[in-house]
């Protein structure tokens, strides 16, 4: 199921601490956290921004099932996402908080999103697992031997070079 967001709108809500619309690549930024998260789901994201610089689809900024639109002038993101909308795409869900929009897709039968929903759904877990100093794959806790490196490399394809013996 594709996810429609209202990009700026989803910056402005605040649910990003450290992403605000006064930053000048606070597009970069909300793109780049929005790539992570689209990891986690199957569907495809696609984030329609206001006035971009030519405008149109991005192909630089998009890509890992993330696809980006800036509207060009003098048309709004606004515009583009309810023509997004009345293509009746199934299984379209909408991100936005916008009152106007979420009213237009209930129209269209439009699955709607706060931003406070999406980033529950898709965001971050809320605990963080931090490893602990006695966690057996710390560095200092770690021992192989010489054979079971010969071993791995034995079975990636690989071969250890072997050193040659100094004669005294």
Known sequence: MPILIDGHNLIGSGIFPDINLAQEDDELQLIARLKVWRSRYRGKFIIIF??????????????????????????????????RMQRKTQGLILVSNDAALRREAQIYNVECWGT??????????????????????????????????DEWLELFGKRRKKKKKKRD
């Open 50 to 83: 206001d006035r971009g610089i030519p405008g149109g689809k991005d192909v630089k900024l998009g890509g890992a099932g993330v696809e980006v639109i800036f509207a060009t002038s003098p048309t709004q993101a606004d515009d583009l996402i309810r023509r």
């Open 116 to 149: 406070a929903d999406f980033a529950a759904k898709l965001g971050p877990p809320t605990a963080a697992v931090t490893p602990t100093e006695s966690d057996p794959g710390d560095a200092d806790h770690v021992q192989i031997s010489t054979d079971e490196v």
